[in-house]
């Protein structure tokens, strides 16, 4: 009756295939096809069949990023047979008893874990490394049954056992003939993963950051429970930090921008996460997509490339295919040979079979500044649980006697819906229905160099500037090469110690703050910038009794109440300009502070020069566009328009 399924269940692992059920989907996908490897995303092979690619986490080298490369192969399964079989059909077919294995525990031990957790939160959060990270151990095991039988008995008991997930999969892909070193072992896996990364239909794309755990007690998730979750400070704040970092991912793939949808509850079998989805529209070639979204937040950090470095810094083996992603291209009806959607799930939640017989299930947890550590040892439990269970490697338990329909409990929408009150309504609403700019406008057409120090808040800053209509452009900051051509510089975030001079980049952005304002030319800094120009400016600059990583503050913003989200660990102060300080050109500008009630200053002005501590692009940021719009005017000399209400600032 399913004959693709029949081959695959009797294949003594030499055929390749691919087990699918989709988000909603009623049937299993069977797949089947050659296998080749690619080195680049832009290698994988689109000339008209379907593909699907299994991306490791090495590829954010492609990026430039930092990362243990382990070798492992970008591997396509190029399908060339396919059938759907019915769920009911799949379930009755597939082999229903979990294969025998042998499990070994966590290759880092709690204790273990939970110390490189707090050296994260204190030397890398406390430091100005970043907002979050993601570290990741792996749950160990051994078994001896063959790949296929192995495979599909764990792929049905996930479809069985897991609520709620995006995507369950069991992949094989043995190496393509030829193949030497790490490529020359296949790739098995299985697994329930929660969470999209991207996808690409009819020009819109979508992304769905998730973020933020409720773990279900052993009888069942609870309205007190869950009401408690979404009541959190800390893991608010978590799923907010990955939603910025997404939406700069946005920002950078859709000329218009993205749009902000939810928030929503993603209820599996023992946790619940909260989450957005984000949309926008892209002409982008899906390949060249997925390169400019590695990888999410979610299962890395921000701002991400550093989050890179401090995985690698603290995760002594490689990732392998952990928070890398499947990406399933398929040809796009009536639209020509090389037209491609794309459906790419992120690879967590996932049982690896590596040829030897050992079984390796990685999970990990997002730190942040309010994490305690032994609670996050508790989450990477809780997150492999859901994979080890429905594959028998750890007891199942009874469970609840009924499924509780968390976001159907008195309440539960609600809390939902008060999170928004926190959102910039300028990421909400559709960026096609942002206000037209009127040709007239001073600021209309006036040239913007946007220049990028490691975070890529800069690609949401570019699209505001736009959409006051300016012409903004953003430029790495090592690729910069004048500061002085354009209307307006302005210098952007970035990881690190405003004070460190020996960073080359903070050594470039005090550069080009002093040549920018030597020339007297219009500059705006940001974050960073905006320390660096503060200590220029004779303002000590010192870390804050605790970081502010993804906190929405109001503050003083010269006489106006302004909300706004801010990412820093450290913080300039008001002092009295020392006698040294006083000949620089920066000093000489006797810039004017405006300070919040704890001394720190928020924002510096001066003939031609602005500044912000806050991330006035941030989703965060309600009051952010009106004040961006007040600082671009400030620092190129054009009168400021009428702000209504909390939003105006002058």
């Known amino acids: 009756m399913h004959p693709l399924l029949d081959r695959v269940l009797a294949s003594d692992g030499s055929l390749p295939f691919a087990l699918l059920r989709r988000h909603g989907g009623t049937d299993v996908e069977v797949l089947t096809g050659d296998v080749v490897d690619a080195d680049l995303l832009g290698d994988i092979p689109l000339d008209g069949a379907p593909v699907l690619a299994v991306v490791p986490f090495r590829q954010a080298r492609e990026r430039g990023f930092t990362v243990h490369d382990d070798g492992a192969p970008l591997r396509c399964l190029v399908v060339r047979e396919s059938e759907r079989v019915p769920l009911a059909d799949a379930l009755a077919t597939l082999p229903p008893e979990p294969v025998p294995a042998e499990p070994l525990g966590f290759d880092i031990a709690d204790d273990e874990y939970a110390g490189m957790v707090r050296r994260v939160i204190d030397d890398e959060i406390g430091q100005g490394a970043g907002a979050n990270f993601v570290l990741m151990r792996r749950f160990e095991a ?29 992949v094989h892909a043995p ?41 279900h007690p052993v009888t069942g998730p609870t309205r007190e429970g869950v009401l408690e979750f979404l009541r959190d400070t800390k893991e608010n704040e978590e799923l907010f930090m990955v939603v910025d970092e997404e939406m700069k991912m946005m920002s950078a793939l859709c000329p218009d921008g993205g749009r902000i949808l939810g928030p929503y509850l993603k209820q599996m079998a023992r946790l619940s996460h909260t989450e957005y989805l984000l949309e926008g529209r892209t002409a982008a070639d899906p390949r060249d997509a997925l390169r400019l979204t590695m990888f999410a937040p979610t299962v890395t950090g921000s701002p991400m490339e550093n989050a890179c470095t401090v995985i ?32 790419a799930p992120i690879l967590i939640r996932t049982a690896y079979l590596h040829g030897d017989g050992r ?30 269970a429905s594959l028998g490697l750890v007891e199942r338990g009874a469970g609840p006697d009924a499924v509780v329909d968390l976001t159907a409990q008195d309440g539960v929408a609600e809390a939902l819906t ?37 975070d890529q808040f800069t690609t949401m800053l570019a699209h505001q500037l736009r959409h006051l209509g300016m012409d903004a452009r953003v430029v790495r900051w090592d690729a910069v090469t004048d500061v002085l051509a354009d209307d307006l510089v302005v210098l952007g975030p970035g990881p690190g110690d405003p004070r460190d001079a020996t960073d080359p980049r903070i050594a470039a952005v005090a550069r080009r703050v002093e040549e920018r304002v ?133």
Request: hydrophobic share 45%; with cysteine.
């Open 142 to 170: 051994r078994t001896d049954a063959p790949p296929v039988a192995t495979l599909t008995s764990w792929f049905r008991a996930l479809l069985v056992h897991e609520v709620g997930s995006y995507w369950t999969f069991a």
């Open 175 to 215: 190496a393509p003939h030829g193949a030497q070193g790490p490529a020359a072992a296949g790739v098995s896996l299985a697994g329930a993963t929660p969470e999209r990364h991207l996808t690409l239909q009819d020009g819109v794309a979508r992304m769905n950051p998730i973020s933020g755990t409720y773990r």
């Open 312 to 343: 690698a810094r603290h995760e002594t083996r490689p990732r392998g295919y952990y928070s890398g992603f499947l990406a399933l291209f398929e040809p796009a009806p009536g639209a020509g040979p090389t037209a491609y959607s794309l459906d």
């Open 359 to 388: 079984v390796s299930v990685p999970a990990g947890a997002t730190l942040v500044r309010h994490s305690v550590p032994e609670h996050e040892v508790a989450e990477t439990h809780a997150k492999a649980a859901g994979v080890l």
């Open 418 to 454: 008060v999170r928004n009150r926190q959102l910039a309504e300028f990421w909400v609403r559709p960026q096609d229905d942002a206000p037209a700019v009127v040709d007239a406008s001073p600021l209309s057409g006036r040239s913007v160099l946007v220049v990028d120090h490691e």
């Open 518 to 650: 030597g020339a007297g030319r219009p500059l705006l800094a940001v974050c960073l910038s905006h320390q660096v120009l503060a200590g220029l400016a004779g303002f000590p600059v010192r870390p804050l009794r605790a970081p502010r990583q993804g906190v929405r503050l109001e503050s003083d913003v010269f006489g106006t109440r302004a909300a706004v989200g801010y990412y820093n660990t450290f913080g300039a102060a008001v002092t009295t300009l020392s006698a040294a300080d006083a000949g620089t050109p920066v000093a000489r500008l006797a810039l004017e502070p405006s300070v919040d009630a704890e001394g720190v200053v928020t924002s510096l002005r001066g003939p031609g020069v602005a500044s912000v501590q806050g991330h006035l692009e941030s989703v965060l940021s309600s009051d952010g566009f009106a004040v961006l719009e007040s600082a671009v005017r400030h620092a190129l000399g054009v009168a400021d328009r009428a702000v209504p209400g909390a939003l105006r600032a002058s």
